[in-house]
DNA sequence: CTGTTAGCGCGTTCAA
DNA sequence: TTGAACGCGCTAACAG
């Protein structure tokens, strides 16, 4: 076929056989297939009809530029590394679906690394941009390493310090406060249905907040409106039931899950008691159950954290390689959802 | 720090930086980090003590090669790509876990494109090999294109014939041809069971096997032996309900879906009917839920596909870039597995 | 046997 | 608009 025109030996085109059929230099196909070729403060001043004649020829040959090369040049991958641990988890594909939103418009290609072992690959695979979901125990100093070598993390976790690396926190604990005081605010009476964990553990996020709120308030602790489960959904309905199957019963239940929350409202109907009005009742999770559910759980819960995850690893791909190694921390306080379960 | 050893503008550590501090050249430092450095027939011949010099030296600098500057000289970029279009599927999930355990070991990096719209990232990212697992009606062309560039593709498609790419193929039919026999080893009245949709379009693979076998066996087509459903699971109960819940009913069941066989199983306790004795069952599809129910499912599937798939990719993604652009079909007949439901 | 020199590959980009 | 250097690692050819 085209012996003599180019220089075919691999199965790929190169700039060189664009520029030789178009009959100008690299130089110039460079300025018009990949930088500013008629914009550019300084040079790029193309020939528009130039331009159009090397475009023409690039498509002819069905050239398509070597990222590896060019990645080689100007530092750049056009790519966001997505290191994901559970990829069956709707979570990750919220974080994927997000990402590849914001990123594909601007020509960077969102690729997920399923593997929770991303140090190894990190290494010496580029990206403009990398997130990682989950770092175990050891591994802070890996992160610390890679940052060093000029890499662009962000980090998902709820403790670790920045160290050259930006970190992204989720943070139940606010959210939990603000569902507290929305409660406060016309209840006297409110009990807590959480999980013996983190009542054991005096989970900070979600349980203090009821200790905190109930004492700000002025209200007594009452043992008798603290139930707690353990997992299974028949748990979480029975220790409902416990609390609302009584002479004196609470006015509203804080339960930090949704799905508790869930359960509680079953248990509600079960006794005819009419949830909203007789009883109050606030969740945390802000699942989509929840929000279908009638009547609607009003529930805490991150918003737009998917959004601004995409945000700030799109920023950061963008961001010059010298720019801003700054490191620092996006803590995503939790927000209040308030909905029919408790208005 | 340093400013008087390397050149340590950017954050990475080159090649070069290495040979500097080993004092060696950066041949020798590339022979030693990277190909054979002992062993070679022509050269490699690096004195081990060197050998320990330079990889001490790369260890404290913290090198790590570039595998975008490498891929411009070998060709080669040590990664397989998985175009997934459904990955909330455990089929994909499935995929990138066979592919992972074969590839890792060798130093082969998996890495996920999460879009159906794969035509455009893969013109410009390179890899070894390639996965694409759904493929539009138009798109035929885009892959042929593909290969032409000489990218390794491995297509999954039941029809699509190979152009310059490889085809794996995943055929129920066989399958469902030996489930209806087994059947007809020891029953006359056999039902199906299967969707609107299949009956409808007489499905080549789940559906015409059912009335060949029967043609073969010289049994009848009878009407009422034949129950329909769409998707719910509550549908297909009915169906399953309507087929036993009669004087004349079958001794046997061919379903067209593990699900919909696992819903007659339901049924079939429900009216107190031994399944594997009075009733035999058979799905299709092979599912882990089948196999865990109790009898366990009868059912026929793909086997060993998601290893076969891995062991093409990364057979592939070795092979020397000029070697066999073949393109052949790799079909994979479902087999049957026998179990509890119908021995 | 051990090590070095030098050129390559591809797209970018400066200086002319 | 272009020639040529450049970035990084690989490797053929060559020299102790």
Redesign the pocket.
């Known amino acids: 076929m085209n012996s003599a025109s180019g220089?075919p030996?691999?199965g790929?085109?190169?700039?060189?056989?664009?520029?030789q059929r178009a009959?100008?230099?690299?130089?110039?196909?460079?300025?018009v297939?990949?930088?500013r070729s008629g914009i550019a403060g300084?040079?790029?001043?193309?020939?528009?009809?130039?331009?159009v004649r090397i475009r023409e020829a690039a498509e002819e040959l069905g050239?398509?530029?070597?990222?590896?090369?060019?990645k080689?040049?100007?530092?750049r991958t056009e790519t966001i590394l997505l290191s994901l641990t559970m990829l069956s988890d709707p979570w990750a594909l919220a974080v994927i679906e997000a990402v590849q939103r914001r990123a594909m418009p601007l020509g960077i290609t969102p690729m997920i690394l399923a593997d929770a072992d991303w140090a190894r690959v990190l290494k010496t695979h580029d990206a403009d941009a990398m997130f990682i979901d989950a770092v175990a125990d050891g591994q802070q100093g890996e992160l610390e390493a890679l940052a060093r070598q000029g890499k662009k993390l962000v980090v998902f976790h709820e403790q670790i310090e920045p160290r050259g690396f930006e970190v992204i926190r989720s943070l139940a604990g606010p959210g939990c406060v603000l569902a507290m005081e929305h409660l406060l605010a016309k209840h006297q009476k409110i009990a807590i249905l959480t999980t013996e964990r983190a009542r054991e553990n005096r989970d900070p996020a979600r349980f203090l907040p009821y200790l905190d709120g109930l004492r700000r308030a002025g209200l007594p602790l009452r043992e008798e409106y603290l139930a707690t489960f353990d997992r299974s959904p028949v748990s979480a309905y029975a220790a409902a039931m416990r609390l609302l199957d009584r002479p004196d019963r609470p006015t509203a239940i804080y339960a930090t899950t949704d799905f508790a929350a869930m359960s509680a409202i079953n248990a509600a109907q079960r006794l005819g008691i009419t949830v909203g009005e007789d009883l109050d009742v606030v969740g945390v999770g802000n699942t989509l159950e929840g929000e279908a559910m009638a009547p609607s759980l009003t529930s805490v819960g991150p918003v737009g954290f998917f959004d601004e995850l995409a945000r700030i690893l799109v920023e950061r791909a963008l961001g010059g390689s010298e720019n801003s190694v700054t490191g620092g921390v996006v803590e995503f306080p939790w927000q209040l959802f308030i909905r029919d379960s408790a208005r």
């Not at 530029?65 to 060019?70: S, V």
């Open positions: 220089a030996r691999s790929r085109v190169t700039i060189k056989q664009v520029a009959g100008v230099s690299t130089a110039s196909v460079s300025y297939l990949s930088g300084r040079n790029g001043g193309v020939a528009s009809e130039t331009a050239y398509a530029p070597d990222l590896a090369a060019r080689i040049r100007t530092g």
